[in-house]
């Protein structure tokens, strides 16, 4: 770009204005495959040349390779789409349901007047997914790396519990717990009691444990492999807002439950799921026992009936 003396820009000269490289082959496979999804019940190689405007040798070049790549397939002389293209779709449902559960999750943050965090535990690891706070709604800083910590916090406190006993064990050896404020459990043989303590059908409460001046309350999702939760955080001045924030935080993310798993298996599940929530609305502090009876096995019931098994 040239600069007249005033220092005013002025614009470039016609020859420094390209046209963006195209691959026409790339193209007129595109072009194709756009062919094939206007057919529903499949299209000869004529038939799709001729919808997208190819010569028929290019067309059956371009047909080949595309089927040997798994995004058409053959049969009876028809071409269908194939397996890559369903993952193409799986890919951006996905992606769209992402997006539409970040926006849950805002909107949760807002009905709740609580910052909102979304974990998971992944590959041996408590991962911290996202983070929904705002002025009115601020988050709990992590002065201590959430992943080494998780024996302190609600969301590793929920996280582990969903764990089998082995897969604790490993965990705690791996980042060995301590007191990180005069509340915090820090002796290992309590912390899996606490564990072992933990209900399903129960959100998880742990008061500056953690980090001082701030309470939290956590509540898991577990269906098959997913281990996860969502956790809200209060300034310890509205502590008395925790019990009652955590048994709505539970009855909202049952609402939302199927979004955070992504399976149609367990879509089906969610109508008795979000009932056996509405009647087991309860908030126990870490540590105090509950009487729970046969809700854990009415709960695995509920989860197995998709194929799945509750790996809490």
Not at 17 to 44: D, K, M, N
Not at 51 to 58: I, N, V
Request: proline fraction near 5%; include cysteine.
């Amino acid at each position: 770009m040239t600069m007249h003396r005033t220092g005013e820009p002025t614009a470039p000269p016609a020859e420094d204005i390209r046209a963006p490289t195209l691959i026409g082959s790339v193209q007129r496979a595109l072009r194709l495959l756009e062919a094939v999804g206007s057919h529903t019940h499949g299209a000869t190689a004529k038939q799709l040349a001729r919808s997208a405007g190819l010569p028929l040798g290019t067309a059956y070049h371009l047909l080949r390779t595309l089927t040997h790549e798994g995004y058409l397939r053959r049969d009876d002389g028809r071409f269908y789409f194939g397996a890559s293209v369903d993952g193409i779709c799986r890919a951006d449902t996905r992606q769209s349901e992402c997006t539409d559960l970040r926006g849950r999750l805002a909107r949760l943050r807002d009905e709740l007047g609580a910052a909102v965090y979304h974990a998971v535990y992944e590959d041996g690891e408590v991962r911290m997914v996202e983070v929904f706070s705002g002025p009115a709604q601020p988050a709990v800083e992590e002065w201590a790396d959430f992943r080494s910590t998780a024996h302190a916090h609600a969301v590793g406190l929920c996280l582990l519990s969903q764990l089998g006993t082995e897969e604790r064990l490993d965990h705690l050896s791996r980042h060995r717990s301590a007191a990180l404020t005069p509340s915090t459990v820090g002796d290992r043989r309590a912390v899996l009691r606490r564990l072992d303590a933990v209900r399903p059908t129960v959100p998880v409460l742990e008061r500056q444990e953690y980090a001082l001046g701030a309470v939290c309350a956590a509540v898991p999702i577990t269906v098959g492999s997913v281990v996860a939760t969502v956790a809200i955080s209060l300034p310890v001045e509205q502590g008395d807002r925790l019990g009652p924030a955590a048994v709505r935080l539970r009855r909202l993310v049952g609402a939302m439950f199927p979004a955070f798993v992504g399976d149609a298996r367990v879509r089906a599940a969610a109508p008795p799921l979000l009932a056996f929530l509405a009647r087991t609305d309860v908030v126990v502090p870490m540590g105090q026992e509950v009487a729970t009876g046969d809700l854990d096995q009415e709960l695995a019931d509920i989860l197995s009936t998709t194929g799945h098994e509750n790996a809490g």
